[in-house]
C-alpha cells in the first residue's frame, strides 16, 4: 500500500480545507494511505516513508509561506533520497491573479530538485489547485484530482 503525507501551512483555514479535499481524493484511489499534518508537525528526517508528498501553503507575495519553505530547507538531510518519488501542491490566495500559480511553481520546483515525479493536468488547474479565498465547488473538484492522480501515480510507480 502506497503511503501519501499532505503537509500545509494555513493561517486563516483555507489552505487547511483544500488539504482535507486533498485527503479525500487520495481516498477515492484504492490501497492509499494517508497522514495529512501541519508542516509544523512535519519532521523532515521522516519524508523518506512517503511514496508521495503533496505540499499546501497560503500565497505569499508570489510564493509559499515561510514555515512550508523552513520545511523544504530542512528536507536537504535527505537530498537525493527522495527520487522517484510523487509530488504535488496546491495553494489558496487572495486574488485571481495573485501569484498562486508562481507559489505552486515554487513549491514543484523544489520537489524536482529532489528528484520527484510531478504530473500536470491538461484540463482544470494545470500546475495544480488554486482556491481564492476559501475552498469552493471548483477548487474542491480540482483538490479530489491532485490526491487521486498522486495516490493513482505512485501505486504504478511502486509497481
Ligand atoms: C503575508 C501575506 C502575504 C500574502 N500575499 C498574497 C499574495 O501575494 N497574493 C494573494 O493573492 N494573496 C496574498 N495573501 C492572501 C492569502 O494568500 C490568502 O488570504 C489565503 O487564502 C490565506 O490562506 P490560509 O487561510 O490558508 O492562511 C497574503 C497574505 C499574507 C498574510
Redesign the pocket.
Known sequence: MVKILVA???????????AEEVVAGIAEADGAEVDCLPVGQVDAKGLGEYDGIIL????????M?AEVKKLLDDSVCLHGKLTGRVGGAF??????????ET?IMDLLKALLIHGMVVQGTAMGDHYGPV????IDDRSRKECRKLGRNVASLASRLRG
Open positions: 500545509y501551512y494555513s493561517r486563516t483555514d483555507h489552505t487547511a480545507h483544500m499546501g501553503s497560503p500565497t505569499y507575495y508570489g510564493s509561506a495553494t489558496s490566495s487572495a486574488n485571481i491573479g495573485g501569484g498562486n507559489a482556491a481564492i479565498g476559501d
